[in-house]
């Protein structure tokens, strides 16, 4: 079974991406994230104006809600909550790891 090229790619967050990339990368249309930027759920770079850029950090949780969108047949304006609550939780899953490697190996559950 042939793997789709986008699966393949190395996502580094640093990178930055069109509107076009972005919505190939995760599977939707540009005029979908066009609507989630009305509201202000996805955020280009600043100063990227005329031509949006956004950060690839995008990538991975717009394609999650994206899933989540077609699973559950979920409209734009729910799925744009879904995406702020996924970024809440990738924040702090991130905060959770750097609190645990403050605590000593011995105090660590097992």
Same mark, same amino acid.
């Given at each position: 079974?042939? %793997?789709? $090229?986008?699966?393949?790619?190395?996502?580094?967050?640093? @990178?930055?991406?069109?509107?076009?990339?972005?919505?190939?990368?995760? =599977?939707?249309?540009? =005029?979908?994230?066009?609507?989630?930027?009305?509201?202000?759920?996805? @955020? $280009?770079? $600043?100063?990227?104006? $005329?031509?949006?850029?956004?950060? =690839?950090?995008? /990538?991975?949780?717009?394609?999650?809600?994206?899933?989540?969108? %077609?699973?559950?047949?979920?409209?734009?304006? %729910?799925?744009?909550?879904?995406?702020?609550?996924?970024?809440?939780? @990738?924040?702090? @899953?991130?905060?959770?790891?750097?609190?645990?490697?403050? /605590?000593?190996?011995?105090?660590?559950?097992?």
């Amino acid at each position: 079974m042939p %793997t789709d $090229p986008i699966e393949c790619l190395r996502l580094d967050t640093t @990178e930055v991406m069109t509107l076009t990339e972005l919505a190939l990368c995760c =599977a939707m249309s540009p =005029a979908d994230l066009s609507e989630l930027m009305d509201y202000n759920a996805l @955020e $280009p770079l $600043p100063g990227s104006a $005329p031509d949006l850029v956004f950060s =690839a950090h995008w /990538v991975a949780p717009l394609r999650a809600a994206a899933r989540l969108r %077609t699973d559950f047949d979920l409209d734009l304006f %729910t799925m744009a909550m879904l995406l702020e609550k996924l970024r809440q939780i @990738e924040r702090l @899953e991130r905060e959770l790891q750097a609190l645990r490697a403050l /605590v000593p190996a011995h105090l660590r559950p097992a």
